[in-house]
Structures are given as structure tokens and as C-alpha cells.
């Protein structure tokens, strides 16, 4: 496959010649020993960017430091390549800076992603009757850097690993040809560091944000009280009552799911089906090495009803901050036992038993997440069309395409213009 070719001496990144510094010694003594498992490799103005098809034949060394102190590290990158690989090409840029010698690792994948994900049904609906007769309508070759499976994050946050990725990046580019280069779902954070991108013909745009709750209170009751409204507080009471002529529900909290993977998994399986806006699609292998891969991690809180799972929500520990991962609900009783609501107020309830400062929440569903008094945490989408011409159309088509355009309910949101700041 394209991918597998080696980089050699005629290639250019930014009119840099990529084989310049592979004639110092220093590159030669600091490649030679860890460059076998490469399939690709380059000098960039700051360093050597080498792709690895696989975590595996990344040093052992550079690899088990990768993201260390991250929610999502090394583990959750092997889970994502050994379990989703069938809908996308996973790979790693592993970096290196030529005067430290010091080292990064940036996964990233290949994916013919459909365009239309992120637009509203009726959008998509339409499209769908186009592509009767266009099959690929709007779909498009991407590389994408980042997670496939959650926010995009930087191994090392310093400014010569953006240098060499951005670089990196445009040497590689020429070789897979992809229609779009794309930063995948980076959190606002990075905006400073990963100016080295818009500064070279990338354009920003909001992705769907996430949101978070500080936990600045002691009790449920007294953040109803102090942060929610009036008539929300009144609703959540009723629909509280409401559950008392109904068999009670309990909480587990395990980090074990191989005992629930099969009641779980089907629950899961309604939500996405359900769901306005899809991506990429989990499997049950992918639950289940979850939790054996990351057990220091990994909670999943599973509410049962006269023993049977009703709700589960998996998560992700790290420090003090909870991160949702995935949600199920078994929709033949969720509206009668207000399970959203429900699930919600055990959640935070456990959240300050365990003293955890911050709840994470994913993207989409933001209509309760408004009247739980949720903030915005902005992410952003980098993108750069290899053509300079078709990435000035990229740029324009980028103000309708983006996915923030479609949820008129962001606007509401205290911080909403943080998504563009």
C-alpha cells in the first residue's frame, strides 16, 4: 500500500529538502539503531519524523512513556488499533528533536470518512438519495491526526514537536495523497502550540464540544439548588417521586466488565442506533480489553432493576476528573423510569463520595447538559487541502461544513463564543 514506501532523497517539505539533515551525522548515529520497524521516514527543519504501521515496532521505551499522565495513554492507542482497525488505517508518526534528541509519539489514521457525518438527518437524507447514482458522493480520503475514538491530544506539548509534525506531515502527505489533512477534536489548550499549523495553510473550525461541570458543591441537593433553575429543579423532583411505584434501582460501579460485556454491549447498541450524528461504531472486544487493558482506569457504573441492566455508563478515572467514554440505555423502560435523569444524580452523588473536582462529558445530547448547567469545552478541527488552490475552497466550505453550525442549542451556552476565540 502507499504507506509502505520509504521516503527518499528527491522529496521537499515547505521547500525545506527533506534529505539535508540526513546527511549529518547526527541523524545517521540517532536513526540507524531504532529505524528497522519504519515505513516511512524524513528530516524536517527541527528534527526526524519516522510512520510506524503499528505500535508494536515503536521502541519499547518510546512507547510505554507515550501520553503518560494523560487520561487516554499508550493502552487506549493499542485497544484503538488491535479492535476498531477495520474501519480505519491506524498509524504512528514518531518524532524526534535534533537538538535534544528527545522523542514524541502522535498517532494518526486513514479513513474514507463521509463528509455528510456531522450534518443534520434531512441533510443526510438527501445525499443518501444522490448517492443512488454517486456512490462516493462526498466522501473523501482523510488523514487524520489524533484519536479515532476521542479527543485528539499531544504526546509532548512543547513547539518543536508541532514544528515536526506539521512538516512531517506535508512530506507525508505527498506519498498517501490524501484529499484532506486533518487535526482531529484538539481541545482549545493547544490553540498557542498548534499555531504552527494555521501559520502554514491550515484552517480552524469548531468540532462538537464537549462539557464538563466543576464539582463545587458537597451534596446533589445543593446543586440543585444553588446552580440549577427553578423549573428544573421542580421537574427533576417530580420525575424522582414518580419512580417510587416502580421496582427500585441500584448502582454497581465495577472496573470488571467481563461479567456485563453481554448485557452491557446491547445497550450500547440502541443508543447508536438512536443517535442524530454517528461515527466511528464500537464493537464488544473493544468494551471488554477496556477494562482488562486499563482496570486503574477504567468504571463502569451499571444500574440494575430485580438484577437486570437497565443503564451503564462507562467511563474513564484520571486523577480527579471522571471522563464519560460510552453510554447504554434499555429503551422499553427509560422514559418511564427517567433513566437519564436518574443515572445522572447517582453519577454526581458518586462523584463527591469520591471527591472528583470535574465530570467530562461527551459531545452531542446538549439539551440536558444546557439545563445541568454544563460549560463548553471547546475542541478544534485543523484542516489543509495538499492542493493551494482547492484549500482556498476548503476554507470557504469549512464555514457550512462544520458540525457547530447544525446545534443550534450551543448558542445558548454561556461560553459558547470560547468555540471560536
Known sequence: MPGSRVCTGGSRTNDFPVNLLAKTSWIQAAAAPRDRGAVWSAATTAGLVRVYAR???????????????QVRDHRFYELTERHLGNQFDQKYFVLQDAATGATAVQPFF???????????????????KLRRWWPNLFYAKMLMVGSPAGEGQLDVSEPW??????????????????????????????????QAFTDHGFSRMPGLPDA???????????????????????????????????????LEVTSDLSACIDEIFPLYLQVYQRAKMTFEVLNRDYFLELSLAMPDRCRCFLWRQEGRVVAFNLCLLHNDDLFDLEVGFDYAVALNLHLYFVTWRDLIEWCLQHRIRTYHAGPLNYDPKLHFRLSLAPQDIYARHPSPW????????MRFLGPVRYEPLLRKFPNYPELFG
Open 55 to 69: 505500535a508494536s515496532e515503536i521502541d519499547s521505551e518510546t512507547w510505554q512513556r507515550a501520553f503518560r499522565g
Open 110 to 128: 486513514l479513513v474514507d470518512q463521509d463528509l455528510m457525518a456531522g450534518l443534520p438527518m434531512p441533510v443526510r437524507e438527501r445525499v443518501a
Open 161 to 194: 514537536v508541532c514544528r515536526t509534525l506539521q512538516e512531517g506531515l506535508t512530506a507525508y502527505a505527498k506519498v498517501v495523497r490524501p484529499a484532506i489533512v486533518m487535526l482531529k477534536d484538539f481541545p482549545s489548550s493547544y490553540r498557542r502550540l498548534l
Open 212 to 250: 464538563k461541570l466543576d464539582l463545587d458543591f458537597k451534596s446533589f441537593d445543593q446543586y440543585m439548588q444553588q446552580k440549577l433553575s427553578k423549573v428544573f429543579r421542580k421537574s427533576l423532583r417530580r420525575k424522582f417521586k414518580a419512580l417510587r411505584v416502580h421496582p427500585p434501582l441500584t
Open 390 to 397: 482547492l484549500n482556498q475552497v476548503l476554507r470557504l466550505a
